[in-house]
């Protein structure tokens, strides 16, 4: 488990991830969020040209 050190002072914001990194300072990086998926485009059908 994981045990509270010091308390800093440092102000959240949302949508962001904060960690200690490998200097010992506190970091923070963009979540990743699971956005909407993109439809794919349609490909359009070429009309066949018929022979008479």
Do not use: C, Q
């Not at 490998?22 to 699971?34: C, F, L």
Request: glycine fraction near 10%.
């Amino acid at each position: 488990m994981a045990e509270k050190v010091a308390k800093v002072g440092v102000r959240k914001v949302s949508g962001y991830l904060y960690f200690v990194d490998k200097a010992g300072d506190i970091s923070r990086a963009k979540m990743a969020r699971g956005g909407k998926k993109k439809k794919k485009k349609a490909k359009k059908k070429k009309a066949k040209k018929r022979r008479r």
